[in-house]
């Protein structure tokens, strides 16, 4: 089913592939989406590839589908494929293209299954994502203008991912940090600056949070401009609680926001009592005045009072507006380090 507006440029894609340089593993197809069942096997793998590489986000099926299904310029039964062996799901690939800061990249993701890594399965894969995004230059040239380039993440703790990566001519151009703060118990309020009052989120705000943010977010490294489905998606999730997010507002004006998370699935698979603060923004009228400080400690103080006890964000290690500083004067350290891999997209 087509959400999100993509081409239709893209012939149907077949339900299996014949990857040219697929390992030999008895068993091992590669294929399309089917149905709603794999959204459980997918989260599976997800939750299993996470916990090895120490990665702190594990979704649950229904955030999947969700997430999968609203995300621009994607459909599911085309530009997801996944591996299995003997019907079980072994890995995955996903590929997207958007414009950022006036560039095409192609986002190229995925995952393995950590007792079937080092077999080929994951380069064969890449490979394939490759190949689609050259397809999709090809059948849309506003992803094949300009400096187009191919890109993906790999964290510290993805020794395989990197070496995968750099051996295929991907180069480190940037790296962003998870940051924890561990003393959540501690959490001291700050006052707001004047003219600035935080007030309970009610649904009717909704729109101008998210476009506030949007707007925040334009200067962040690659900001790719939120969409009708980025929106739908955020506030179509089970597990959103606005009565977490701290708002500030100057008048009828967002001035700033941190819009905090607790996924309670996640928390279970993990063993602890944290919450994400997922967008920590503040609009350009109302930066250098404390607002975003301020903002932090009423979310560290309300997920004190909830019993809370670590908080984590994302953050660009270049960000411009001296957002690591900021994070670490609150009490905030580095947690995970992960570098973001370049290279020119060749038509």
């Known amino acids: 089913m087509t959400r999100n507006g993509s081409s239709s440029a893209f012939a149907p894609a077949p339900a299996e592939l014949a990857l040219p340089d697929a390992p030999a593993i008895p068993g091992l197809r590669f294929r399309r989406f089917r149905d ?7 989260a599976e793998l ?18 999947m589908q969700i997430t999968l299904e609203h995300k621009a310029g994607f459909q599911v039964g085309r530009d997801l494929l996944l591996a299995e062996v003997d019907g079980q799901i072994v890995a995955e690939a996903t590929g997207t293209a958007s414009i950022r800061d006036g560039y095409p990249v192609h986002s190229l993701h995925g995952r393995v299954h950590p007792a079937w890594r080092r077999r080929g399965i994951g380069r064969a894969l890449f490979h394939w994502n490759e190949r689609r995004a050259r397809e999709r230059a090809a059948a849309e040239p506003r992803f094949a203008t300009g400096s187009a380039v191919l890109g993906t993440w790999a964290s510290e703790f993805e020794p395989g991912a990197r070496a995968l990566y750099e051996s295929e001519g991907y180069r480190v151009i940037r790296y962003a940090f998870t940051m924890i703060d561990r003393h959540v118990r501690d959490a001291e309020p700050i006052p707001m600056p004047d003219g600035i009052w935080l007030r309970p989120v009610t649904q009717d705000q909704h729109r101008a949070i998210f476009e506030a943010d949007d707007e925040a ?3 962040h490294f690659e900001h790719r401009p939120f969409t009708e489905e980025d929106f739908v998606a955020t506030f179509s999730l089970a597990e959103l609680d606005t009565s977490l997010w701290m ?3 100057d008048g009828d004006q967002v001035a ?3 819009q905090t998370w607790i996924w309670p699935s996640e928390n279970e698979a993990l063993g602890v009592k944290r919450a994400w603060l997922e967008g920590v923004s ?11 400080r301020a903002l932090i400690a009423a979310s560290l103080v309300d997920l004190r009072r909830r019993g809370i006890d670590e908080a984590l964000l994302g953050v660009d290690a270049e960000n411009p507006n001296g957002a690591l500083a900021l994070y670490e004067g ?18």
């Open 217 to 219: 977010f334009r200067d």
């Open 46 to 63: 997800h939750r299993a590839a996470a916990i090895a590489d120490q990665d702190d986000d594990i979704p649950t099926p229904e955030i």
């Open 247 to 249: 708002v500030g507002w």
């Open 282 to 292: 503040v609009r350009r009228p109302w930066r250098r005045r404390g607002l975003a």
């Open 36 to 42: 709603a069942s794999d959204w459980a096997a997918l």
């Open 330 to 347: 609150l009490g905030f350290e580095v947690k995970v380090r992960a570098m973001c891999y370049r290279k020119a997209l060749e038509t």
């Open 256 to 258: 700033g926001s941190v």
